[in-house]
């Protein structure tokens, strides 16, 4: 159980479209998302949390209106990534939580952004 | 502010050997959790083990052992008797009481055949 999965797996996308990537609670619902990149060789960094209803909240330096996300159910968050850039080219990873206030945290396989 | 620190980037070690990998963090929290993770070339975050702060014992799952010094704001992952398979990075991570998690650098394990 607790499985989470991520689509897409990677994308290609041109400098300046949008890309939408989809995190999925398969079987339990998920009260707590969290979104995370990284950059090659280097560690996974928080980007925002988002609680299912609510509005995300974000780390210190994501810019919001760029990475948007949302979580209007208990198993699916989106993450929007608008008016891409090369430099937003990253390993995109979430998580999810089935409680609040829960050590647990269950990884989605990631997705491989490529902007060009 | 929470800081996680792997000061190690890249680990050898002989296949059936026991290796430690160091993890100190720092976080003015009483409640938290420390965790190890570990992540193949394939990307995906499996997850090893875990360490409550108000745990007294140190956690075991398997050949995973976490040697937790909460004096010393150590929580060093011990594998025992490496496999091949245990080639991959490690991260060491916290999660703080806003169930936020935070992650090391990463340490690099290659065992050798």
């Known amino acids: 159980g607790a499985v989470v999965s991520q689509h897409p797996s990677w994308v290609i996308c041109k400098s300046g479209t949008s890309v939408k990537i989809e995190c999925r609670s398969l079987?339990?619902?998920?009260?707590?998302m969290f979104w995370y990149r990284q950059f090659p060789k280097q560690s996974l960094m928080l980007m925002a949390t988002s609680n299912e209803g609510s509005k995300a909240t974000y780390e210190q330096g994501v810019e919001k209106d760029k990475f948007l996300i949302n979580h209007a159910s208990l198993t699916l968050s989106t993450l929007t990534v608008t008016s891409a850039h090369p430099e937003d080219s990253s390993f995109y990873i979430c998580?999810?939580?089935?409680?609040?206030?829960?050590?647990?945290?269950?990884f989605g396989p990631g997705t491989r952004l490529t902007v060009t | 502010a929470q800081k996680i620190t792997q000061t190690q980037p890249g680990m050898f070690v002989q296949e059936k050997e026991a290796v430690t990998l160091d993890c100190t963090y720092d976080?003015?929290?009483?409640?938290?959790?420390l965790f190890w993770y570990k992540q193949p070339s394939s990307g995906e975050m499996i997850f090893l083990i875990y360490q409550g702060s108000y745990d007294e014992q140190n956690a075991t799952e398997g050949r995973y052992s976490l040697n937790f010094q909460k004096a010393r704001k150590s929580a060093n992952l011990v594998i025992s008797a490496s496999q091949l398979g245990d080639s991959a990075m490690y991260f060491c991570?916290?999660?703080?009481?806003?169930?936020?998690?935070?992650f090391g650098s990463g340490t690099k394990l290659n065992v050798k055949p």
């Open positions: 998580s999810a939580s089935r409680q609040v206030l829960s050590y647990e945290q269950y």
């Open positions: 976080t003015s929290d009483q409640s938290y959790g």
């Open positions: 991570a916290m999660k703080n009481n806003f169930n936020k998690f935070y």
């Open positions: 079987d339990f619902q998920a009260t707590t």
